[in-house]
């Protein structure tokens, strides 16, 4: 009998030891930039802080990439003199927080989340010597929920049993004085609480409310009573907005306040809360994130996973990168324009191109001309002091590249056009190089100007070969809306005889865009592939393809593997075919892609069924 008690025992530890473990995660930092940074509080089934944690323990994933191990760090901290703490929670009981999020989870209520945020507190604070806490609830009125202890427990189980209802008042929490009942001292209010506990302990506290008040707070008495007793408030509005009162408190009491516009955050908000008023023990988990090189590339979203206890401890923190980290790379022109020189080396034109780099250093890997078939080549690159800049260089932040290029006319005189790539950390730029124009110039009558019609009009032209179809309209309210062909010219001249009657007229010249053949890839299945969408970014940098296979695809030197029938593939290639990167999708049935667009942005998007 005696080994089933002690059986049962062990069996009833376990199960406490496990409910015991925790974990939560601080709103996070961008300070350090491009590191940021979370501080995590994390305990194992004995209740005990884990003061161990190694990044190979976490599982970071940042908008859907997941970040190595080699871009993470931990440091942890411990107080030497972890404070004592006399510590009053205040919660809003109101009838609101009775009402469920959702019709349709009538159990998920804002008092769940408020009781799930004050145990992060309590998990939290480290009750060292003669550090307590107690539980003060309010609504039109205020009541001792828990009396000072040092038993997280005691509070949690009377947070359970206070049902919410009423209106919302925030003077008797705060200031509520003290009053005889059957001979007994009532004391439901932060400050007649607080003015007992020793006079050397640090005094807080922690004040949530999910509603504007329903008479107006008596802001000034309640800091004037907070700072003679030396309490610091910690106020929460909890998905409302918050009253300038409760601002005020916090910051007239070296505290703070805090607005909480999504439910998740709030436990978050809590454990932050309970690091700044003791700073006993926790950690902060680093990670080095990319460079926004748009501005919608700011708002990023953390998954965090700590596998160091079981169930995992998981949480998800929004943020936003300040927009003085957006590297800015400058060209002095956008579309560089080298004319139409004769064919030979002896007609080449030269152009100094200028790059500045803006607020962040660069990392130059290399300047590459895409395609490098079109007469266009790199003579030089040098910095703002004429020094020679060399692949793999860092350029400093300010510093300007002039970057000589030549273009030559080979074969016959035609359009040539390619990018200038700048490729590099963070964000490579690129810029147009055009030349051998196919830009034609109508030069009469009044050069394409508003003229008005008599008898014949010579309508003469230049810019365009010889043997080039020229397309001529009018038009008589300048293109907006009235359009009429006229006819196609292969000459560089057209005498127009059958013109309307006398009015104002206005010419346009149109030659057909080019095509030309750049480059074609091949790339290799060892089942069924097939291809069915690409698309081209918005500076023509790169192309986006995709499609589906059902056993594995090899582009360049990237092999994909599906896990199904068929899966989706999606690959990235410069303007040279040289490939970025290519990936799979999908699961174990039939999964296609139909389609592939990207956005200004270069974020991309795909359609197919699954």
Not at 406 to 422: H, I, P, V, Y
Not at 491 to 504: D, E, I, L, V
Request: charged share 20%.
């Amino acid at each position: 009998m005696s080994k089933l008690i002690t059986a049962l025992a062990i069996f009833l530890i376990s199960i406490g030891s496990t409910n015991a473990q925790f974990f939560n995660i601080s709103s996070i930092n961008t300070d350090k930039f491009p590191w940021v940074s979370t501080i995590f509080v994390a305990k194992d089934g004995d209740n005990e802080f884990i003061k161990n944690a190694t990044v190979n323990q976490f599982s970071i994933e940042e908008d859907g990439l997941f970040v190595p191990f080699s871009k993470m760090k931990i440091e942890c901290f411990e107080s030497q003199d972890v404070p004592e703490l006399s510590i009053v929670i205040v919660v809003d009981r109101s009838g609101s927080m009775e009402v469920p999020f959702d019709d349709k989870k009538p159990n998920e209520t804002p008092w769940l989340k408020v009781r799930e945020g004050v145990e992060a507190f309590l998990n939290t604070i480290k009750f060292v010597g003669r550090t307590e806490a107690s539980l003060v609830a309010f609504s039109n009125d205020s009541f001792l929920g828990c009396p000072f202890t040092n038993n997280p427990q005691s509070i949690l189980d009377s947070l359970d049993a206070i049902i919410p209802n009423g209106a919302t008042r925030y003077d008797p929490p705060f200031i509520k004085p003290e009053y005889l009942f059957n001979g007994e001292w009532m004391r439901e209010s932060a400050t007649s609480l607080l003015k007992e506990r020793p006079a050397n302990m640090k005094r807080i506290v922690v004040f949530l409310t999910d509603g504007a008040p329903t008479s107006p707070p008596s802001t000034i008495e309640i800091i004037d009573s907070l700072n003679y007793y030396n309490i610091t408030a910690y106020n929460i509005s909890f998905l409302t907005k918050m009253d300038p009162s409760l601002n005020e408190i916090a910051t007239r009491t070296n505290g703070r306040a805090y607005l909480v516009e999504k439910k998740e955050d709030l436990a978050h908000i809590y454990t932050e809360i309970a690091i700044e008023a003791q700073k006993a023990y926790f950690c902060e988990l680093s990670w080095l994130t990319d460079y926004p090189c748009y501005d919608n590339q700011r708002d990023r979203t953390a998954d965090i996973t700590f596998k160091g206890i079981s169930p995992y401890g998981r949480g998800t923190r929004s943020y936003v990168i300040p927009e003085r980290f957006i590297p800015n790379r400058t060209w002095d022109k956008k579309t560089y324009s080298f004319g139409n020189p004769e064919v030979g080396p002896n007609n080449s034109i030269i152009k100094t191109l200028q790059l500045v780099i803006g607020k962040v250093d660069f990392n130059l890997e290399d300047l590459e001309v895409i395609p490098d078939n079109q007469g266009f080549k790199i003579n030089s690159i040098k910095n703002s002091a004429g020094t020679v800049v060399n692949n793999n260089s860092i350029v400093s932040e300010g510093d300007t590249l002039f970057i000589e290029v030549e273009f030559e006319q080979f074969g016959t005189k035609t359009l040539r056009t390619a990018t200038l790539s700048a490729n590099g950390k963070p964000c490579l730029t690129a810029s147009q190089l055009v030349g051998g124009t196919t830009d034609i110039i109508l030069e009469s009558p009044n050069g394409g100007n508003v003229f008005t019609v008599c008898d014949n009009i010579n309508i003469n032209w230049n810019g365009v070969e010889l043997g080039t179809d020229v397309h001529i309209s009018y038009s008589k309210d300048s293109f907006s809306k009235d359009s009429n062909f006229i006819t196609t010219s292969r000459s560089s001249t057209y005498n127009w005889t059958n013109s309307p009657g006398p009015g104002k007229y206005k010419v346009k010249l149109r030659v057909d865009p080019e095509a030309r053949y750049i480059y074609a890839l091949n790339e290799k299945s060892s089942g069924k592939s097939h291809g069915s969408s690409i698309a081209l970014s918005r500076d023509e940098l790169f192309t986006y393809s995709t499609g589906h296979y059902n056993d594995t695809i090899k582009f360049d030197n990237t092999i994909l593997s599906n896990s199904g029938n068929t899966d989706i593939f999606l690959a990235k290639h410069n303007s040279a075919g040289k490939l970025i990167w290519a990936n799979s999708l999908g699961g174990d049935g039939l999964d296609s892609a139909s389609g592939v667009c990207v956005d200004d942005q270069e974020q991309v998007y795909i359609t197919g069924a699954t």
